[in-house]
């Protein structure tokens, strides 16, 4: 049986090897999503295999999405400021979203600020002003 460390028959396996999980259901192991090392489902990653990095939907991907930045240290994806479109690990926006946020990049603040007609109301999307 493939993945199967140990079983209990022919059928039934007890535990699997790594980038393996055991189904309930039955008995049998199955492959981790793509980029895990370890998980408990098809659905959840405990750790991700080099050069993948785990989201807060418990996935492994090769590279962080929009909005996140990758942490080192965890191997972790951890979301940028909430003006930041992408960002550095230390916070400092690198690029706004003008057309869905409503935000230009200010090279003084290092930040992302309400384009003009908007105002920021501290959340990711800008409000625009009233005329």
Do not use: H, W
């Amino acid at each position: 049986m493939a993945g199967c460390l140990y079983c209990s028959s022919a059928t039934a396996c007890v535990s699997c090897s790594s980038a393996y999980f055991l189904n309930q259901s039955t008995l049998l192991c199955q492959n981790c999503p793509n980029g895990c090392s370890l998980c408990s489902s098809l659905l959840q990653c405990q750790s991700c295999q080099a050069g993948y990095y785990l989201f807060s939907d418990q996935l492994c991907y090769n590279s962080c999405p929009a909005r996140y930045f990758l942490d080192s240290n965890s191997q972790t994806c951890k979301s940028c400021p909430f003006d930041c479109y992408t960002c550095n690990p230390d916070g400092t926006c690198i690029t706004c979203n003008p057309s869905v946020d409503y935000r230009t990049y200010d090279q003084v603040a290092q930040r992302c600020i309400a384009l003009d007609g908007f105002y920021d109301t501290f959340t990711q999307i800008c409000s625009q002003c009233r005329p």
